[in-house]
Nanobody
Framework: QVLLVESGGGLVQAGGSLELSCAAS????????LAWFRQAPGKEREFVAA????????VYSDSAKGRFTASRDNTANTAYLQMSSLKPEDTAVYYC????????????????????WGQGTQVTVSP
């Protein structure tokens, strides 16, 4: 069982930056593929970024590409999502998710593929 706890959300003006963290406990962090998703009110959960077990493979959504950077520190059992040039449309609850994948280099953009989820952290971007 893997427990994920996100932090780092908050209120920021458009054009600003935030860094989200996802702290994991339980399981072997370095054998889990991770992803970031977000969900705005009234909208479906949306893929943001995925990062494989050793960060060999990182995939971004079109909206995140060039503005967001996913990373992980397997020694600290923590994943990060650095967000810059934030826009009001980035406002959402951001979730991290994990799936055991060994050392396969696995990434997925589909939320159904992930087994473990954090509680989410709110990001609000004002105009």
């Amino acid at each position: 069982q893997v427990l994920l706890v996100e932090s780092g959300g908050g209120l920021v003006q458009a054009g600003g930056s935030l860094e989200l963290s996802c702290a994991a406990s339980g399981g072997t962090f370095s054998e889990h593929s991770l992803a970031w998703f977000r969900q705005a009110p009234g909208k479906e959960r949306e893929f943001v970024a995925a990062i494989s077990e050793t960060a060999r493979n990182i995939v971004y959504s079109d909206s995140a590409k060039g503005r967001f950077t996913a990373s992980r520190d397997n020694t600290a059992n923590t994943a990060y999502l650095q967000m810059s040039s934030l826009k009001p449309e980035d406002t959402a609850v951001y979730y991290c998710a994990a799936k055991w994948s060994g050392r396969s280099g696995y990434t997925s953009q589909w939320h159904h593929d992930y087994v473990y989820w954090g509680q989410g952290t709110q990001v609000t971007v004002s105009p």
